[in-house]
């Protein structure tokens, strides 16, 4: 019922700047929090940052001052701008968002994830 799709994963070397976007689609009323994680093979998911439909933001210590989250909420979309990138920033990245799909009580919420999209650093 709803896709997210994301894009800007890619190959940068240490010190350059990515920008991930997230794009949703299908049956949304609207969405509550969006957020972007990122993961490593093998290992758990871990919270990059997250953003409310208000626009407050929170991050993780990792990336505080080097990362920015947005989104627009008239395209249903989610960025992150990655600068200063650094080798431990390689992951598969992953956007999530909480959606409320119809508008009839008592709006339920849903959350959905993206199939992710790779970024590596190189030193």
């Known amino acids: 019922q709803v896709q997210l799709v994301e894009s800007g994963g890619g190959l940068v070397q240490a010190g350059g700047s990515l920008r991930l976007s997230c794009a949703a689609s299908?049956?949304?009323?609207?969405?509550?929090?969006m957020g972007w994680y990122r993961q490593a093979p093998g290992k758990q998911r871990e919270l990059v940052a997250t953003?409310?439909?208000?626009?407050?933001?929170n991050y993780a210590a990792s990336v505080k001052g080097r990362f920015t989250i947005s989104r627009d909420n008239a395209k249903n979309a989610l960025y992150l701008q990655m600068n200063s990138l650094k080798p431990e920033d390689t992951f598969v990245y992953y956007c999530?968002?909480?959606?409320?799909?119809?508008?009839?009580?008592?709006?339920?919420?849903?959350?959905?994830w993206g199939q992710g999209t790779q970024v590596t650093v190189s030193s």
């Open positions: 299908g049956s949304i009323f609207c969405i509550n929090d």
């Open positions: 953003i409310t439909s208000g626009g407050n933001t």
């Open positions: 999530r968002a909480d959606v409320v799909i119809s508008a009839s009580y008592p709006h339920m919420q849903y959350r959905y």
